[in-house]
C-alpha cells in the first residue's frame, strides 16, 4: 500500500492506514497527514520526466497535479483519477505591483487560472480521487465560495453527488453561481464558516459523506503541487519568500510539507520563508505568531472582512500551519480593508487581476517591506489565489466609490477608475476622449 495516515500531533504520531476514512486522529483528535517513504530516483532523473510528461497527450501528464505524481503517491491506481487540468497556472513577472510594494521585483504565482478558478482545484482533484478510491457516493464541504465551486465540479465530472454548505448571504456571488451551475445541493446555512465546519465534520461521520474541507489530507496531498509547479517553473531556484493569504491554513500547511518533501528528496536545496497574510478582522492566527507561537490558536468569534474567502475565524489546520512557519523562519502578517482593495486595484492595474483575499498579498508585502521585514532585493513569489471575475460586485463597488467595510464605513477609492456615462454624440465623446487621454 503505498503511503500511510500518521498523526501530526508530535507527541502522538500514530499511524493508519492510507485507506481509513478519518480527517482526525482517533486517538488525540490531532491533524492527519499523509507520509511516504519516498523511494530515491536522482533529482536530475524525476525532472527530466516531469518535463517530458509536458510533451504527452496523457490526462494525467496534463494535469498540473498528476503530472507531479512521484511526490503524492496515495494512489495505487490511478485509472480512475478525475482532472480538469487544473494547475498549469502562471507565473507572471509584474513590476508595477513590485514598485507598489517597495521591491525591486515581484511574480505572481495566478492559482485564479484554475478550472474553477481557484487554487482549490490542485487539491480537490486529489480529493476527489481519494473519494472515488474509498467507494464514496456522497461529498461534502463547508466552504467561503471557493472550495465549494471546485468541489461541485469536480464530484460532476466524477460522477459523485456533491452536498455544500455555504455561510448565507457571505459569500460572493460568482461562486455560489459555480456551485448552482455545477448541480450541487446547496444549504446556505445562517451561521459562519466556523459554526457550520463544526455541523458537518458532525454529520460527514454519522451519514457516512466524505468531507472534502481541507482538514482532509489528501486535499493537501493536491495542493503542493501549487508549490512544486512553481519551482520547475523557476528552474528549481528556491524564492527567499513565498506569500499567500491565510483562512483556514490548509495552503500553508501544503506549501510548507511540499517544501520539506521537495529538500527531503534533493529537489531543493533550500526552504523559501513562507509569509502569511490575514485580514485584519479574521487574524486569529497573526495573534497567535505575536504570542511567540506559543499555546493554542484563540478564535476570533465573529471574523469580519470583505475578503470573504478568508473570513475565518477558527482555522483548522493552524497546528500544521504554525509548524511550517516556523520551520522556514516565516512571518504571519495582518492587513487592513483598505490595503486590500488597494492592493487589488493594483493587481487589476497590472493586467493580472485577482479576488480581494489574494490581493493580501501584495499588503502584507507593501506592509513587511515598510518595516524592513522583507528586503527590497528580496526574490518573492506570492500566490494570487482566485481569479478577478470570482467577486464582481466588490470590484464595481470599490471603482464606483461605494464599498463599505464591514463596519458600515465607506472604503477610499484610492485607484478607482469610474465609467463614464456618455450621450450618444461623437463631438462630446471626443472632447472628453481629449480630456481624460
Ligand atoms: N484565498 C482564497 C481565494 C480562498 O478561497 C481561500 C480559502 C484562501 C485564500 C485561504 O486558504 O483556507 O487554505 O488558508 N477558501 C476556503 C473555501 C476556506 O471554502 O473556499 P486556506
Same mark, same amino acid.
Not at 482545484?121 to 467561503?144: F, K, P, W
Not at 446556505?188 to 463544526?198: G, H, K, S, T, Y
Not at 497574510?277 to 497573526?286: D, H, I, L, N
Not at 464606483?400 to 477608475?417: A, H, I, M, V, Y
Given at each position: 500500500?503505498?503511503?500511510?495516515?500518521?498523526?501530526?500531533?508530535?507527541?502522538?504520531?500514530?499511524?493508519f492506514?492510507?485507506?481509513?476514512?478519518?480527517?482526525?486522529?482517533?486517538?488525540?483528535?490531532?491533524l492527519?497527514?499523509?507520509?511516504?517513504?519516498?523511494?530515491?530516483?536522482?533529482?536530475?532523473t524525476?525532472r527530466?520526466?516531469?518535463?517530458?510528461?509536458?510533451?504527452?497527450?496523457?490526462?494525467?501528464?496534463?494535469?498540473?497535479?498528476?503530472?507531479?505524481?512521484?511526490?503524492?503517491?496515495?494512489?495505487?491506481d490511478y485509472?480512475?483519477?478525475?482532472?480538469?487540468?487544473?494547475g498549469?497556472?502562471?507565473?507572471?513577472?509584474?513590476?508595477?505591483?513590485?514598485?507598489?510594494a517597495?521591491?525591486?521585483?515581484?511574480?505572481?504565482?495566478?492559482q485564479?487560472y484554475?478550472?474553477?478558478?481557484?487554487?482549490?482545484?490542485?487539491?480537490?482533484?486529489?480529493?476527489v480521487?481519494?473519494?472515488?478510491?474509498?467507494?464514496?457516493?456522497?461529498?461534502?464541504?463547508?466552504?467561503? @465560495? $471557493? =472550495? %465549494?465551486a471546485?468541489?461541485? *465540479?469536480?464530484?460532476?465530472?466524477?460522477?459523485?453527488?456533491?452536498?455544500?454548505?455555504? /455561510? +448565507?448571504?457571505?459569500?460572493?456571488?460568482?461562486?455560489?453561481?459555480?456551485?448552482?451551475?455545477?448541480?450541487?445541493?446547496?444549504?446556505?446555512?445562517?451561521?459562519?464558516?466556523?459554526?457550520?465546519l463544526?455541523?458537518?465534520?458532525?454529520?460527514?461521520?454519522?451519514?457516512?459523506?466524505?468531507?472534502?474541507?481541507?482538514?482532509?489530507?489528501?486535499?493537501?496531498?493536491?495542493?503542493?503541487?501549487?508549490?512544486?509547479?512553481?519551482?520547475?517553473?523557476?528552474?528549481?531556484?528556491?524564492?527567499?519568500?513565498?506569500?499567500?493569504?491565510?483562512?483556514?491554513? @490548509? $495552503? =500553508? %500547511?501544503?506549501?510548507?510539507? *511540499?517544501?520539506?518533501?521537495?529538500?527531503?528528496?534533493?529537489?531543493?536545496?533550500?526552504? /523559501? +520563508?513562507?509569509a502569511?497574510?490575514?485580514?485584519?478582522?479574521?487574524?486569529?492566527?497573526y495573534d497567535?505568531?505575536?504570542?511567540?507561537?506559543?499555546?493554542?490558536?484563540?478564535?476570533?468569534?465573529?471574523?469580519?472582512?470583505?475578503?470573504?474567502?478568508i473570513?475565518?475565524?477558527?482555522?483548522?489546520?493552524?497546528?500544521?500551519?504554525l509548524?511550517?512557519?516556523?520551520?522556514?523562519s516565516?512571518?504571519?502578517?495582518?492587513?487592513?480593508e483598505?490595503?486590500?482593495?488597494?492592493a487589488?486595484?493594483?493587481?487589476?492595474?497590472?493586467?493580472?487581476?485577482?479576488?480581494?483575499? %489574494?490581493?493580501?498579498?501584495? *499588503?502584507?508585502?507593501?506592509?513587511?517591506a515598510?518595516?524592513?521585514?522583507?528586503?527590497?532585493?528580496?526574490?518573492?513569489?506570492?500566490?494570487?489565489?482566485?481569479?478577478?471575475?470570482?467577486?464582481?460586485?466588490?470590484?464595481?463597488?470599490?471603482?464606483?466609490?461605494?464599498?463599505?467595510?464591514?463596519?458600515?464605513r465607506?472604503?477610499?477609492?484610492?485607484?478607482?477608475?469610474?465609467?463614464?456615462?456618455?450621450?450618444?454624440?461623437?463631438?462630446?465623446?471626443?472632447a472628453?476622449?481629449?480630456?481624460?487621454?
Amino acid at each position: 500500500m503505498p503511503g500511510r495516515l500518521l498523526c501530526f500531533n508530535p507527541s502522538c504520531r500514530t499511524p493508519f492506514s492510507i485507506t481509513d476514512v478519518l480527517y482526525t486522529c482517533p486517538k488525540c483528535g490531532g491533524l492527519l497527514e499523509a507520509a511516504y517513504e519516498f523511494r530515491g530516483a536522482a533529482p536530475e532523473t524525476v525532472r527530466c520526466l516531469w518535463r517530458e510528461r509536458r510533451l504527452s497527450d496523457a490526462p494525467l501528464d496534463r494535469s498540473g497535479v498528476w503530472r507531479y505524481r512521484e511526490m503524492l503517491p496515495f494512489l495505487d491506481d490511478y485509472s480512475r483519477v478525475v482532472t480538469l487540468r487544473e494547475g498549469n497556472t502562471p507565473l507572471l513577472d509584474a513590476p508595477a505591483a513590485a514598485r507598489y510594494a517597495g521591491l525591486d521585483g515581484l511574480a505572481f504565482k495566478h492559482q485564479g487560472y484554475n478550472p474553477s478558478g481557484s487554487f482549490k482545484d490542485n487539491g480537490m482533484t486529489a480529493g476527489v480521487a481519494q473519494a472515488l478510491r474509498l467507494g464514496m457516493e456522497i461529498v461534502a464541504c463547508v466552504s467561503t @465560495g $471557493n =472550495t %465549494s465551486a471546485s468541489m461541485a *465540479a469536480y464530484a460532476a465530472a466524477g460522477g459523485l453527488k456533491a452536498v455544500i454548505f455555504i /455561510p +448565507r448571504g457571505n459569500i460572493a456571488y460568482g461562486k455560489l453561481a459555480q456551485a448552482l451551475e455545477y448541480g450541487a445541493l446547496t444549504f446556505q446555512v445562517e451561521a459562519n464558516f466556523d459554526q457550520i465546519l463544526r455541523l458537518v465534520r458532525d454529520l460527514a461521520e454519522k451519514e457516512g459523506i466524505y468531507l472534502l474541507n481541507s482538514v482532509n489530507p489528501f486535499r493537501i496531498e493536491g495542493q503542493k503541487s501549487i508549490v512544486i509547479e512553481m519551482l520547475e517553473q523557476r528552474n528549481w531556484k528556491p524564492p527567499d519568500w513565498i506569500v499567500l493569504p491565510g483562512g483556514n491554513l @490548509g $495552503n =500553508t %500547511s501544503a506549501f510548507g510539507k *511540499a517544501l520539506r518533501e521537495l529538500q527531503a528528496v534533493g529537489l531543493i536545496a533550500r526552504l /523559501p +520563508r513562507l509569509a502569511v497574510v490575514q485580514a485584519e478582522g479574521a487574524s486569529p492566527f497573526y495573534d497567535l505568531l505575536q504570542r511567540g507561537g506559543q499555546g493554542e490558536i484563540r478564535p476570533v468569534e465573529h471574523p469580519e472582512t470583505l475578503a470573504t474567502a478568508i473570513k475565518i475565524g477558527a482555522p483548522v489546520s493552524w497546528p500544521k500551519a504554525l509548524y511550517e512557519v516556523q520551520a522556514t523562519s516565516g512571518l504571519v502578517e495582518k492587513v487592513t480593508e483598505q490595503e486590500i482593495a488597494d492592493a487589488k486595484a493594483q493587481i487589476g492595474r497590472c493586467g493580472i487581476g485577482c479576488e480581494p483575499a %489574494s490581493a493580501a498579498t501584495l *499588503a502584507g508585502i507593501k506592509k513587511m517591506a515598510a518595516a524592513g521585514a522583507m528586503r527590497r532585493d528580496a526574490d518573492v513569489v506570492a500566490v494570487l489565489t482566485g481569479h478577478l471575475l470570482k467577486d464582481p460586485d466588490y470590484i464595481y463597488r470599490y471603482h464606483t466609490g461605494r464599498l463599505e467595510g464591514p463596519d458600515g464605513r465607506r472604503l477610499k477609492s484610492t485607484f478607482g477608475n469610474q465609467p463614464v456615462v456618455v450621450p450618444n454624440d461623437a463631438a462630446k465623446i471626443a472632447a472628453l476622449l481629449k480630456e481624460k487621454t
